[in-house]
């Protein structure tokens, strides 16, 4: 059962939070939630379709997410990604080293 409150704040702190929702992308509702949530300690869940995630807290500021596909655990299979991209380098498993070095130059 949802109870509905009022708060009211100034325009410059609607517009700051419209921003973020968006940057979120999140509705300024969803946004809003989530503010609270956060800051009362509160597990704050995120819904993507038929998926939710849920961050658990581990420390200070630092969480895991468990994923959950209709209720149930998701446990995705980590080499499901293997072969996704392409760096578009023809010699990059032979090169790595050479390449790591040089995204690091100054």
Same mark, same amino acid.
């Given at each position: 059962?949802? @109870?509905? @409150?009022?708060?009211?704040?100034?325009?410059?702190?609607?517009?700051?939070?419209?921003?973020?929702?968006?940057?979120?992308?999140?509705?300024?509702?969803?946004?809003?939630?989530?503010?609270?949530?956060?800051?009362? /300690?509160?597990? !704050?869940?995120?819904?993507? &379709?038929?998926?939710?995630?849920? !961050?658990?807290?581990? /420390?200070?500021?630092?969480?895991?997410?468990?994923?959950?596909?209709? /209720?149930?655990?998701?446990?995705?299979?980590?080499?499901?990604?293997?072969?996704?991209?392409?760096? &578009?380098? /023809?010699?990059?498993?032979?090169?790595?080293?050479?390449?790591?070095?040089?995204?690091?130059?100054?």
């Amino acid at each position: 059962m949802s @109870i509905r @409150i009022e708060i009211e704040l100034d325009e410059r702190e609607v517009q700051q939070l419209e921003q973020q929702a968006k940057q979120a992308g999140q509705t300024l509702k969803d946004w809003v939630r989530h503010l609270i949530k956060t800051q009362a /300690g509160m597990s !704050p869940t995120y819904q993507f &379709g038929e998926f939710e995630i849920v !961050p658990i807290r581990t /420390g200070p500021n630092r969480y895991r997410y468990k994923i959950f596909r209709q /209720g149930v655990a998701y446990e995705p299979d980590p080499m499901s990604i293997v072969g996704c991209f392409s760096s &578009g380098l /023809g010699d990059l498993a032979r090169e790595h080293d050479r390449y790591l070095a040089e995204a690091y130059e100054p």
